[in-house]
């Protein structure tokens, strides 16, 4: 089974759009497990175990792991997750981008040393820099179309020829690069008329959502804006919102119940 | 001093405009390297020191070290560098990009944990995904402008209003994001008429120029194209030409060869 196909799997099982983005930040950790030599780990590890049946995927962001040389935690995570949890897909947030021979590198960092499930990754170098990803057939490719940061606009907002930059970047990657219908796409929460946009251009294909919680992003207009005929399609993103929910011992049941809260208001709007 | 006034340095002191990329692809070592445990950092090693006068810089390509888990590798040869050529700056190409709070973590893993001096970074996600890593006064940002693969034109040829994508890239990081005098741009060799493009609109801004040797850009067209008044302006990287010259226990020497031949062919179209 596929990336494409885990995820609806998991979508229908687990009743869920809601993606957790492990991203831990151990200044921010419960003072318990603060010294601790593996707390990263043992932080996610927790929040993953006690939110799995909530969500359609987990997405660890590979910056907090390498800021604190703890790849080795990560790698331990994600084998956690795939023993403990079978069928629930990860997605490695990396936002790599290189030429090809590098991106044959990348490749083998993300899928065969982590065994992450999906990539997210940078279309401004174009099609042959996103061929090495999509040679793993079972694999996921996520490229950044409309991004949820202020600055996104400066060049996703460029008209090219009638098309906003995002929307041509849209169209491209469903008409040209998805010829394996391995590809999805990340759009922010923050500007639900680009995800229904987006929606518009590339059919039922996937959309990696970030932006709900932190970022603002409203969850009613997100799902109007972005759900498939079937009430799926959408991956929601929420890290901080649920991984610093409780800030003592109970944490983990802490996460649990905000994951609750958030699958059940994404459900809602479904 | 900050990165680019370093590179000032070197370009004078070692009268060279080479860059010594460190792609280091255990395959293609040597076989009295392979097999050992720390051949990575060897390799690596043995090139720089082989190679430190001839070079205004080395670029490390992080994705070669990930492959390998070989992390501790990297952290080790930048502090050898560091070391034993004091004033010799450290180019990180990791080709980041992300929303400021991520890019902070990743400012903490290239330009803390590595110690590099300036890292690549993709302009993508615009100029708040650029300012984590400006916020360090002293580091370098060489941010992605044209790439030398076949599929860089995909979306940087695109027309934005009478300029293509990349030339607007260019401009706005010349004219509003460089406010601090860090950046730099990645323009590739396979483009000589575009490298002339990119010059006439930074003005002296740096360009680090891959392509050289095995992509098959051609070194005068190059140097017409890219450099400044004063001969200088360019950052000419060049990896496996020399990385893989030799393939005995005399690599080092064939790599210091080949790094002259490099240096004195750029030299002689200053």
């Known amino acids: ?65 390498a800021a604190h040389r703890a790849e080795d935690q990560l790698e331990a995570l994600i084998a956690h997750i795939h023993a403990r949890h079978p069928g629930l897909p990860v997605i490695l947030d990396a936002k790599r981008g290189d030429i090809g021979s590098t991106a044959e590198q990348y490749a083998i960092e993300i899928f065969e040393r982590y065994q992450a499930d999906a990539i997210t990754v940078n279309p401004y170098m174009g099609r042959d820099s996103v061929d090495p990803y999509l040679a793993y057939a079972d694999k996921g490719v996520i490229l950044l179309c409309r991004t949820s940061n202020p600055g996104g606009s400066d060049l996703q907002f460029l008209d090219v020829g009638g098309l906003k930059l995002y929307e041509h970047v849209a169209k491209i990657i469903a008409s040209e690069w998805n010829t394996t219908g391995q590809c999805a796409l990340v759009v922010g929460a923050t500007f639900p008329g680009e995800i229904a946009r987006v929606r518009e251009i590339v059919g039922d294909m996937p959309l990696l959502v970030p932006g709900i919680g932190a970022q603002g992003g409203d969850v009613e207009a997100t799902l109007k804006a972005g759900r498939t005929a079937n009430g ?14 409780g800030k003592g011992e109970d944490y983990a049941e802490a996460a649990r119940n905000a994951a609750q809260t958030s699958r059940d208001l994404i459900n809602r709007y479904r």
């Open 232 to 245: 799926t399609g959408l991956i929601i993103n929420n890290s901080r919102a649920i991984l610093y929910a």
């Open 1 to 65: 089974m596929n990336f494409i196909q885990s995820l609806g799997t998991t979508w229908t099982k687990n009743n869920s759009l809601l993606c957790v983005g492990l991203d831990p930040d151990p200044a921010k950790f419960p003072a318990h497990l603060k010294g601790k030599p593996d707390a990263i780990f043992e932080f996610c590890k927790s929040i993953a175990d006690a939110t799995a049946d909530l969500v359609c995927c987990f997405k660890p962001q590979i910056a907090y792991f």
